[in-house]
């Protein structure tokens, strides 16, 4: 990504614009020039290529949209942007002359006279002490910390309350009518997340912004959690319960997004993934809080007191987040998408220790704003939802990033989370030491999540994954077989803990954070908000099955049967990881498109190989390690690719030949060469 200074910048407007049939304007600004130039000296406009590989060469070029610009271009520019913005003062028209040189991934600071040795040292310090940040920015932190637990105790108070409230409202039994109330009960919130609250995140955030959205969500969550305390049917629950899925999916889509806007870039990956951590915290002290009123008498409250506190308690950290929310700045990016540059530079300002950096992040982060704008011209909503389906490179990331979010659900976590108290009871355990046992779990869950900050950077995802499913999956045969211990045995007691407790050390730092942080880099920028909306939808809807089938199963299967069950899905889990879950760390955005932009026969192939060449090495230590098929081995360079197949026989129109005519001349010239992965590779050709 870093920019070359002896490259010669091409000429601003004019020729360009002529040579694409381009009219300036005002909107497109110093960016958008810039985003043109360097579209020009890659030569990635073609007149023969589908508009939708147009919009993902163009969406490559957000990697860095300064790439190739001299940096006295560079400067130049951010004078302009700075006139434009309106920061005319000679600190800010500096600030800017020297933050867009900077932004050209420039890091040998000293070569910089104009920098103070303070700009220098905060500069220096952003890799070396990347924990080293304003106060406003922790702010932001424990804002989205706060969002987090929200989230992590809405989802668990009802573990501890349904102990009482399903027999006062006469669903407590085994029958089948009582079992399915029950789930509908407490998988309400899950159904309208699915159908409805994680496709408000959208027009929420354009309206209200990020921290607006945060705010509105966490008034939603805390007014339906003091209406759960003050139901007294189960219909009345399920109402109160469904409306709070309003508040659980636009913040937990937006508060990840606004923490990452509001970060440097060298502490964005380290925030994204506190979301998961906190948000096991807050399960964690649903728990607690289960447990902390179980003792409350009724008071002559109809229907009991204790339930209906530990339902209300999930308000408190939503309060909190309401009357704290407004005390940080507005995410930028957000300013910026409404033209506010003024505003975005004083929210940046509040952030960053230093002017320079806040102009350097600033100029950026427009010049990104702009090339997503020429990614994007031309695309009507629907045809990019179209285009999720259509264009490979896109269906591959889909299919990776839904069969995963659809794992974290059916991988039987939060049959845990939800429904382990009645669980520990039907172990043989007292109400009390089953909240105490699920409270365990919890902390567990918390702790077991704080290593994932490192090993999803160093261990890999796809690793992590292909480690962590067949643990769990043989967590959850001994949890289920464990009932089969005589009740009589202190085994029997001992043992379904224990299954309980290991598959929630595996599980925290492998298909806990792995699924929304996989989906997040999975898809190009010019799709990438479609592509997440339907990732958290499928989340959240088979959150939903889980929860209202759970009580049912467990009737209908009893425990075995039913961990069971889950367990053979976690077996399914690592077949689909194996097969066709490509890694994706440390891949720059145009290493991702190779990375996705593969058939996927050669990822199931890959997969095939490397589990052959794991047994192999397993065996007697000799193989080589297959490599990972991507789109720059399976069909090469494109210029080259064009070449070969012109060279095998002209063909008239030949930019109308179809994808797999012009692969399979392709491949025939790889073949002849040697094999695309070379012979002595023991996945031999792709």
């Not at 702790?447 to 950077?457: G, N």
């Amino acid at each position: 990504m870093a920019s070359n200074p002896t490259n010669t910048a091409a000429p601003t407007g004019g020729l360009n614009e002529k040579k694409h049939g381009r009219r300036s304007t005002s909107s497109d600004s110093v960016s958008g020039t810039a985003y043109a130039e360097h579209e020009d000296r890659t030569g990635t406009v073609n007149q023969h290529r589908k508009p939708e590989n147009a919009r993902l060469e163009a969406s490559k070029k957000l990697a860095n949209p300064l790439a190739g610009l001299r940096p006295q271009r560079r400067e130049a520019m951010g004078e302009e942007y700075a006139m434009m913005a309106g920061l005319t003062s000679g600190e800010d028209i500096r600030a800017f002359r020297l933050g867009a040189r900077i932004a050209g991934d420039e890091s040998n600071y000293d070569l910089i006279p104009e920098l103070t040795e303070r700009e220098k040292e905060v500069l220096v310090r952003e890799t070396t002490h990347k924990w080293s940040n304003p106060p406003m920015l922790y702010w932001v932190v424990v804002i989205c910390s706060l969002c987090a637990a929200v989230q992590g105790m809405d989802e668990t108070v009802v573990n501890g309350a349904q102990l009482f409230y399903k027999d006062k409202f006469g669903i407590g039994g085994d029958s089948q009518r009582d079992t399915w109330l029950l789930g509908l009960v407490n998988s309400a919130p899950y159904l309208c997340c699915a159908v409805l609250g994680c496709w408000l995140t959208e027009p929420m955030n354009r309206i209200f912004g990020r921290r607006g959205t945060i705010f509105v969500s966490c008034i939603i969550s805390a007014v339906a959690c003091f209406h759960q305390a003050f139901t007294n049917t189960w219909w009345h629950m399920f109402v109160a319960r469904f409306y709070l899925g309003l508040g659980i999916g636009p913040k937990s889509a937006t508060t990840p997004i606004f923490a990452a806007e509001c970060s440097p870039p060298k502490l964005r990956g380290a925030l994204v993934m506190q979301w998961q951590m906190w948000t096991a915290f807050g399960i964690m002290v649903g728990y607690i809080a289960d447990l902390a009123f179980y003792f409350v008498p009724d008071h002559g409250i109809e229907l009991g007191l204790n339930w209906r506190l530990m339902m209300g308690s999930a308000m408190i950290p939503a309060v909190i987040v309401v009357c704290l929310a407004f005390l940080c700045p507005e995410s930028p990016r957000w300013y910026l998408s409404k033209g506010r540059h003024q505003d975005a530079f004083g929210a940046l300002c509040r952030l960053r220790f230093e002017k320079v950096q806040a102009a350097r992040d600033l100029f950026y982060t427009h010049t990104l704003l702009e090339a997503e704008k020429q990614a994007m011209s031309g695309v009507k909503k629907g045809n990019r939802f179209k285009e999720l389906f259509t264009v490979r490179r896109n269906r591959n990331a889909a299919i990776a990033s839904s069969g995963l979010m659809f794992m974290q659900q059916f991988c039987g976590v939060n049959i845990i989370a939800y429904y382990s108290s009645a669980v520990f009871q039907d172990a043989g355990f007292s109400d009390v030491s089953a909240l105490a046992a699920s409270l365990g779990f919890g902390v567990i869950n918390w702790l077991f999540a704080i290593p994932a900050m490192y090993t999803i950077d160093t261990f890999g995802r796809r690793n992590l994954l292909l480690t962590t499913f067949p643990l769990m999956s043989l967590f959850l045969f001994f949890t289920g077989f464990s009932f089969w211990i005589p009740e009589d045995s202190k085994a029997h007691i001992a043992c379904i803990a224990l299954g309980i407790y290991l598959f929630g050390m595996v599980y925290s730092p492998g298909e806990g954070p792995v699924p929304f942080t996989y989906s997040a880099e999975a898809y190009p920028l010019y799709i990438r908000p479609i592509g997440m909306s339907l990732a958290t939808a499928t989340t959240w809807f088979f959150n939903f099955v889980l929860s209202i089938t759970w009580p049912r199963m467990v009737t209908a299967f009893k425990p075995q049967g039913a961990f069971g069950w889950y367990a053979g899905w976690n077996i399914i889990g690592f077949l689909f990881t194996l097969f066709l879950v490509p890694e994706t760390k440390g891949k720059t955005l145009e290493e991702l498109d190779h990375v996705f932009d593969v058939p996927l026969k050669k990822l199931v192939r890959y997969g095939a190989d490397q589990s052959l060449w794991f047994l192999h090495r397993g065996k007697n230590g000799k193989g080589m390690k297959p490599t990972a098929p991507s789109a720059e081995m399976y069909h090469g360079d494109a210029e080259r690719m064009n070449e070969v197949v012109s060279e095998m026989g002209p063909i008239t129109g030949e930019q109308q030949l179809g994808e797999g005519e012009r692969e399979k001349r392709w491949n025939k010239e790889r073949e002849r060469e040697g094999g695309i992965m070379g012979r002595g590779d023991a996945a031999g050709k792709v």
